[in-house]
């Protein structure tokens, strides 16, 4: 296949997979596509975050919508900004009982939004908006300096009040906008925990695993990653263990949120693919560096040691979370993973998805969150689920 027929036939195996979101899932093998369908999960449409600093936020809440319309309760737009508002209310009381040597800052991971579902519910996009500041889209620069500004100011007075909470909840009030106590559904009016329990979701169902060496496999610890600034714990796996719940997950219509880097020279949402060619970036030329995106490839084979370097020596980082809400695979019988970016639907010629590579999972994820009824038996049974 030349490099324009592929181009043509990606296109239109994303364009296929984005007119589907909110209908049910159908088979795309009989399309004349570079990929073979295994499954795609039916799922909520693209969202951006725009200026922010809160693909966690985006990615887990997609999660959620995508798992409310597994379990029949219907198509939700949740608020991603209602979260990160109650997760920035933690992260400012952290950073100040530990003098400033916590980690402050609009990062997090997936489990910052089950956390604050837990204590505060979800809430319709319809209901809180979180723009209070004159723009159409998210924009957090100057909220983020005016943050870190505030809590350094506290710090530094070394005479703590006790309004200054009420203070940093001011500034987050401000920006962002007062989170609605009631609001009306189905002509009740209800708290955002009752609006949660209603559609009866429970983030105590889902559990987040990594694969790391330098702690024991089949335990929990806390991943050593700045973005984790809860501590939270983690299942430890091998990485084939991981790969595997991966694969079993979305061959059985369970989404996951995908933590991981992006950093990668060979990850091109633009392009719309992440793979991890076989022969070294250096080592290539011009011509065959875009080739790489251009007609399927061979690609290296990732063993967890080499995962273990490159996170030790800080070349894997938790930089972003996306959504995992597809299994493909290509002519090789090499899988690839659809995936949902927060960028934007116009964010790339692809409707702001992605596939990424086996081998790039493999190699750059740094954990998953996924719902327990995802993992494997013989996994789960391991790790005491």
């Not at 009740?188 to 790391?212: C, Q, R």
């Not at 702690?215 to 929990?220: G, R, S």
């Not at 190699?363 to 391991?382: D, F, G, Q, S």
Request: hydrophobic share 35%.
């Amino acid at each position: 296949m030349n490099s324009s027929a592929f181009n043509k036939s990606l296109l239109w195996a994303v364009f296929a997979v984005t007119i589907t979101l909110n209908l049910v899932a159908q088979d795309f093998d009989t399309l004349p596509l570079p990929f073979k369908t295994i499954n795609i999960i039916n799922t909520s449409p693209v969202k951006s975050q725009s200026r922010t600093g809160t693909c966690w936020a985006f990615a887990t809440t997609s999660f959620i919508e995508t798992e409310l319309l597994k379990m029949g309760k219907g198509e939700y737009d949740l608020s991603e900004m209602y979260t990160v508002k109650y997760a920035y209310m933690d992260k400012g009381d952290l950073y100040v009982r530990f003098h400033g040597m916590a980690n402050f800052g609009p990062g997090g991971q997936a489990h910052d939004v089950m956390n604050q579902v837990r204590k505060y519910g979800f809430v319709p996009e319809e209901f809180y908006h979180g723009i209070q500041y004159g723009e159409e889209k998210h924009n957090h620069s100057e909220l983020n300096t005016v943050l870190n500004n505030f809590l350094d100011g506290v710090i530094k007075a070394r005479q703590i009040t006790p309004v200054w909470k009420n203070a940093f909840a001011g500034i987050l009030d401000t920006y962002l906008g007062k989170v609605p106590e009631f609001f009306a559904f189905e002509d009740k009016n209800l708290t955002p925990k009752e609006f949660t329990a209603h559609l009866g979701f429970n983030p105590d169902d889902y559990v987040e695993l990594t694969s790391y060496m330098h702690h024991p496999y089949y335990e929990k610890f806390i991943l050593e990653v700045p973005d984790n600034w809860s501590n939270d714990l983690y299942y430890n796996l091998p990485v084939d263990d991981l790969m595997d719940v991966v694969v079993y997950a979305l061959k059985n219509d369970y989404s996951l949120v995908w933590d991981g880097d992006m950093s990668d020279r060979g990850f091109s949402h633009k392009k719309g693919l992440a793979v991890v060619p076989e022969r070294d970036w250096d080592d290539m030329s011009d011509e065959e560096k875009e080739q790489t995106f251009m007609q399927p490839i061979s690609e290296k084979n990732i063993s967890q040691m080499m995962r273990q370097n490159l996170f030790d020596n800080f070349k894997i980082t938790d930089d972003h979370l996306m959504h995992l809400t597809g299994l493909v695979e290509d002519e090789n019988g090499t899988y690839f993973y659809l995936t949902k970016n927060s960028w934007g639907e116009e964010s790339n010629d692809f409707g702001g998805f992605l596939f990424i590579s086996d081998s790039y999972i493999r190699l750059h994820t740094i954990a998953i969150m996924v719902h327990k009824k995802a993992i494997p038996e013989k996994i789960a049974k391991k790790i005491g689920l």
